[in-house]
């Protein structure tokens, strides 16, 4: 069995699409969705955004089980304007499990291997972006992967972390992450962003523009990741 973690169901709605067998489940309190692509059985965790969340949930859905895999998954922001919106992203420290020995489909993909950072919260500026990547030597950021390789570690299971970049230096958030999503109640403050955005209408084409990104990335992930599934 192959477990796939996202943080949010924003992250893996196409990919769910591709399940079939679809169901929901319950694994030690924590929602879980279970499906198959293929001969591959998969299981689909939303560990939640943030070290907190993340570790209370993986720890609930890894407690007395034993997958094949683990794959990290979901967005990732660019520390520098050599990754694109929309490039798959490798993270290598993280990562045991060697892609160039998955199948052939996966080795045409354009895939960026480098660093990965799980950090505490959203970055936005791109002198913040610039100054972390200076200190750590990483090219992306997220924040779970850290503590979902840790996780993995200890239960001995063996990880992918395969992202999408959806904001970089040059095409950072449409508006300030403490407007677009709230990591206290792990939701989209929806009263927060029709307010910023009502008082500040210049904004809303680079709303629209980022929605259409993420868009277009979700599904450049999903389809990576229904071909990895196969082929692992």
């Known amino acids: 069995m192959i477990a796939v973690t996202f943080a949010l169901p924003a992250e893996s709605s196409e990919f769910l699409r591709q399940l079939n067998n679809r169901s929901r489940t319950d694994r030690n309190g924590i929602p879980t969705i279970r499906g198959t692509i293929g001969d591959r059985e998969i299981e689909v965790l939303h560990t939640g955004v943030g070290e907190k969340v993340c570790r209370h949930r993986l720890a609930k859905f890894l407690k007395d089980q034993r997958f094949d895999y683990l794959i990290s998954t979901g967005f990732a922001g660019a520390l520098n304007d050599e990754l694109q919106v929309g490039d798959l992203f490798l993270a290598k420290n993280f990562s045991t499990i060697d892609l160039s020995e998955a199948g052939s489909s996966i080795s045409t993909l354009r895939i ?26 990483a090219a992306a950021v ?21 992202r999408v970049i959806t904001d970089t ?14 990591i206290e ?36 992930l999903a389809s990576a990741l229904g071909n990895l599934v196969r082929e692992l």
């Open 112 to 137: 960026r291997a480098a660093d990965l950072l799980s950090v505490p919260a959203m970055i936005h500026s791109s002198d913040e972006r610039s100054e972390i990547a200076r200190r750590s030597g």
């Open 185 to 220: 109640r792990q939701r989209v403050p929806a009263l927060t962003v029709a307010k910023f955005f009502l008082f500040r209408p210049n904004r809303v084409p680079r709303l629209v523009r980022f929605a259409k990104t993420i868009a277009r990335a979700r599904e450049t």
């Open 142 to 162: 997220d924040m779970e992967t850290e503590f979902i390789a840790r996780a993995c570690a200890e239960h001995g299971i063996a990880l992918l972390s395969l």
């Open 169 to 182: 230096p040059r095409q950072p958030f449409p508006a300030p992450p403490k407007i677009l999503f709230d």
